[in-house]
């Protein structure tokens, strides 16, 4: 038995949901943060949590005790949307931005996506997964104890595969909880020349099959765009991945409005990710359909576009979520801090509402906020403790790293 009292902290940032999964409008800003506040943890599991001078329950000399009476305490970041296994890096197409060119032209002229599958299709399932391991452990230094990985750097049966079992292998090896997204439509390989038709057959036919009776992933993903797949072609991906079990997600209306978000509505996906160029109609879809619209403010920042809008979203009652997408393309960061600080300055979310984004609604992102996202009984003690006088200072103290302990399951990790 393993018993931890975190004691007396400033604030406990508990986004208390009181038994809902996630969070919509106003109700993203209510963190229900209790000051000088304790977490009683048994076996990896919060127990309870209130305010020190109210605790009943007593400690044993089996009981760690950390006093955080100069730390907060927020629950573990979800990060719901990643790329992190890759290979490679893009730092070129960084300098072409910086000239001019924008995400496209450098994806039309053999860049993108398409160079990084190129260094997958030649990395061994070690040097991935090598490579994967060293950025978990970085992501949890910021404070991020669940993350949801996808493929679509091989785009062909070995080196999907091969990309899904390097995350099954994560999953089971490393302390971060890690959830697995089938995202073989990505982009269309040069292999299949302009013939999109002919790639969406393969991954019909062949590798959607496969991947469900393997049960290698969670969800799957289309990349709904235009010049990638059309949302027609998402529609029957997602649907066939469903008949696996796989629930749908879609990037959606990233580039353009391409009826991304209609997409996602309509197949039932849990979320629509990226919606910078979302219209009225899919805003109103999203809301219909209880999806929740998982937004990627660090993409926007790092390719220089416009950003999703956030405002309009909360207010009309679509439950957001905020993550990193981290990827050597479009955002080399996981920092969900700095992910707060670009939502807080560019999309005027408020700190309240981009740490409920954060946390609880990337969780339910992941469909996994009965077990993480929250401070509450009965959840995982899943917890990022920050060296800062209150809440607002993470996201408001940014480019920096103010994290000072994450506990994954009960247990403190050293670093
Ligand atoms: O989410 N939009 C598609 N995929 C990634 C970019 C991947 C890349 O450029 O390598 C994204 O932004
Ligand atoms: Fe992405």
Known sequence: MMELLIQNAREVVTVSSSGKQLKRGAEMRDLGVIERGSIFVKDGIIEWVGREADRAIDTSSETDILDASDMVVLPGFVDSHTHLVFAGSRENEFSLRAEGKTYQEIAEAGGGIWSTV????????????????????????HGTTTVEIKSGYGLDMDNEIKMLEVINDLEKEHYMTVVSTFLGAHAVPPEYGKNSGEYVRFLLDKLTPYVGKKQLARFSDVFCENGYFNALQGEHLLNEGKKYGMQPKVHADELGSSGGAELAAKVGAIS????????????????????????????????????APARKLIDAGVPVAL????????????????????????MRMTPEEAITACTLNGAAALGLSNRV??????????????????????????GTNLLSKVIKQGVILEF
Do not use: W
């Not at 190129?118 to 230094?141: F, G, N, Q, Y």
């Not at 403010?297 to 416009?306: C, I, T």
């Not at 981290?326 to 992910?339: A, I, V, Y």
């Not at 996202?373 to 809440?391: H, R, T």
């Open 373 to 398: 996202g929250s401070i509450e009984a009965g959840k995982v003690a899943d917890l990022a403790i920050f060296n800062v006088p209150n809440y607002r200072y993470v996201p408001y103290n940014f």
């Open 323 to 346: 993550a990193s997408d981290f990827n050597p393309g479009s955002c080399m960061s996981f920092s969900m801090p700095m992910m707060m600080t670009i939502a807080c300055t560019q």
């Open 272 to 307: 629509a990710d990226h919606l910078e160029c979302v219209s009225e109609k899919g805003i109103d879809a999203l809301r219909e359909a209880n999806v929740v619209a998982t937004l990627l403010p660090g993409v926007s920042f790092f390719l220089g576009h416009g950003y």
């Open 118 to 141: 190129k260094e997958v299709r030649v990395a061994t399932k070690k040097e991935l997964k090598r490579s994967a391991e060293k950025r978990l452990d970085e992501m949890m230094k």
